[in-house]
């Protein structure tokens, strides 16, 4: 008997769209399975005002092949010369639906981000002001702590102080990855959600240095012991409505991977769906994996549960992916999990 499994069409709560030829590529392969999805800001240079987000959705939109429907959720770039005024226009128009704050230097593109976070405060009180959520990528820069460190310092360092100095702010940890950010969240009942990305349920640090240096695992935060991996896995299968997808899928160049010095950043727009539903097999929470992808990011978020609806079948042979993408700046290599999978979308 064939098993399929219907769900809410999900939507993706972390993306990485970049702009032009590569925008054309990665575009269908999120619009193929995703309704809508919170696109991140760090372009080259960043989108930063509500004008910018606006020419960038369109864009998007004008990327976008006919056939297809996809909402793009669009995110400022929190800079330290921000506007709040701006920012709260952008979000009364609708336009846009989250601020995202880079601590400078934390991760690709992240050069305009905030080194003085007293410098955003006026910023921050606005968006609690008006309940527009911020993301946060969890890091600290500082080059005393260790990599691996760096999301639970961040956590001690900067995010505590600021959510307790901003009441009623709500934040997003953006792509968590340590035991420490699930407990985090679990310890505040209000104001604050997580996105887990399908490949940190996938991978921990070994499978990044075992064997040879894996440069298309290589991602910021960076995969951390299997320790943490399995608290990931665990919250995300919980059903608990905090914790939600947010692929972070990141498309760099095979060049840009597989160099002296790569880019952080794993590709998993082509295959996320279809690697979720093997993990939440596996997990024996299949039961769970719509209110992960499908409900908890609007719960949060305060949209609709999208009415469309997407299928996913479970074959006897395995399922084959493409290898790579083929876009205008070249070969981007599609995230490959290192185990059969046997799921796929239908359709
Ligand atoms: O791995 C990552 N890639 N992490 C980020 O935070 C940024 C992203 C990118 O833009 O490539
Ligand atoms: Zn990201």
Redesign the pocket.
């Known amino acids: 008997m064939t098993q399929t499994l219907t769900i809410a069409r999900p939507d993706d709560w972390h993306l990485?769209l970049?702009d032009g030829a590569m925008l054309e590529a990665v575009l269908p392969e999120s619009a193929r399975h995703f309704a809508r999805a919170i696109v991140?800001p760090?372009l080259v240079p960043p989108v930063v005002t509500g004008a910018q987000a606006t020419a960038y959705r369109d864009r998007i939109l004008e990327a976008l092949p006919a056939d297809m429907a996809f909402e793009p959720l669009m995110t400022l770039y929190l800079t330290e010369n921000t506007d709040p005024q701006d920012v709260a226009a952008a979000h009364a128009s609708g336009l846009v639906r989250a601020v995202k704050l880079?601590p400078a230097g934390?991760?690709?593109?992240?050069a305009s981000g905030v080194r003085d976070f007293d410098k955003v405060r006026p910023v921050l009180e606005k968006m609690a002001d008006i309940g527009l959520p911020l993301c946060v990528?969890g890091?600290v820069t500082d080059h005393q702590i260790d990599i691996f460190d760096r999301e639970a310092v961040f956590i001690d360092r900067v995010l505590d102080p600021i959510r307790r100095a901003t009441p009623g702010l709500r934040v997003v940890m953006?792509?968590i990855t340590t035991a420490n950010g699930v407990e985090y969240v679990k310890s505040n009942p209000t104001d604050l959600g997580a996105t887990i990305t399908t490949h940190h349920l996938i991978i921990n640090r070994n499978h990044i240095l075992v064997g040879g240096i894996k440069p298309h695992y290589?991602?910021?935060?960076?995969a951390k012991r299997e320790e943490h991996r399995l608290a990931l896995r665990a919250a995300a299968t919980s059903g608990d409505g905090r914790f939600f997808l947010g692929t972070?899928s990141?498309?760099?160049t095979d060049p840009n991977k597989e160099s002296a010095c790569g880019?952080?950043?794993?590709f998993t727009a082509t295959n996320t769906m279809a690697l979720l539903a093997h993990v939440f097999e596996e997990e024996n929470a299949l039961d769970q994996l719509e209110a992960f992808a499908s409900k908890n990011g609007p719960g949060f978020y305060r949209l609709p549960v999208n009415t469309a609806q997407l299928t996913l079948q479970k074959h006897e042979s395995p399922v084959t992916f493409p290898a790579k993408i083929a876009t205008g700046e070249g070969d981007v290599t599609v995230f490959d999990p290192g185990f059969a999978v046997h799921w796929s979308v239908l359709g």
């Open positions: 990485h970049r991140m760090n880079y934390a991760t690709t593109n992240s990528h890091e953006e792509h290589y991602c910021l935060p960076v972070d990141a498309p760099h880019c952080a950043g794993c």
